[in-house]
């Protein structure tokens, strides 16, 4: 079956700009995540989603940041007024409930911030 | 809280040779392991999973790992390396307490010399 995907792949943008990047789970996952890796900070946590709700919110850097999960399925994550530092490749990944169980990780997106 | 070191940033292997790639955990509760390969440009893939029973743990590829509480290590190895193993290496730790956040390693990225 089909896998984890995100859109964009890229996404360049300017300076102070919004920018919205998608993931599609496996379907039946209940799961997602969203990972941040970059450079300087390796792979971060951002926020997860148990079907529509995100108990854990607690890597997103900053309020300038956000996620929604529509439907228990598509999640968007909004990233506002974006800055050079938000830089970086974002993942996507979604599981079954279960803190053991795998989390499949979907391309990324890779997002430049000029 | 949990945290995860890897031991060398860059680990560079004859094919045919040994490939041992360290990780070391910190967790006041029982951990769940992972380990993760990321080929360029793309997601991250499961290799293998400690979460309980078999404290020696096969994965795909011909990669083992072996959980050591009193260690608290989780070091994966392949007794012989071959050139499609050239990739990074993500060594990843949660818990039922941290709910299902995976806190990753630095990343060993490996190099498969002829």
């Known amino acids: 079956g089909a896998g984890v995907s995100q859109s964009p792949s890229n996404k360049v943008t300017e300076k102070g700009k919004d920018v919205e990047l998608r993931c599609d789970p496996i379907?039946?996952?209940?799961?997602l995540y969203w990972y941040r890796q970059s450079l300087g900070q390796g792979l971060e946590f951002l926020i997860y989603f148990q079907g529509n709700s995100a108990p854990d919110k607690s890597g997103l850097p900053s309020d300038r940041f956000s996620a929604e999960r529509t439907g228990g399925s598509v999640s968007t994550l909004t990233i506002q007024r974006t800055q050079q530092e938000d830089s970086a490749v974002y993942l996507c990944a979604s599981s079954l409930i279960g803190s053991d169980n795998e989390q499949f990780f979907g391309p990324g997106t890779r997002l430049t911030v000029l | 809280a949990q945290s995860v070191t890897q031991l060398g940033s860059h680990v560079s292997v004859s094919e045919g040779a040994l490939v041992l790639l360290r990780c070391n955990y910190s967790s006041s509760v029982p951990p769940y392991l992972f380990w993760y390969v990321q080929y360029p440009n793309q997601g991250l893939q499961l290799l293998l999973k400690y979460t309980t029973g078999a404290t020696l743990v096969k994965g795909i590829n011909g990669f083992e790992a072996e959980f050591k509480k009193s260690e608290t290590s989780f070091h994966l190895t392949k007794p012989s390396a071959h050139m499609s193993d050239a990739a990074e290496y993500f060594c990843?730790?949660?818990?039922?307490?941290?709910?299902?956040?995976?806190?990753f390693g630095g990343g060993t990225r490996v190099l498969v010399k002829p």
């Open positions: 990843a730790v949660t818990s039922k307490a941290a709910g299902n956040k995976l806190t």
């Open positions: 379907s039946g996952h209940t799961a």
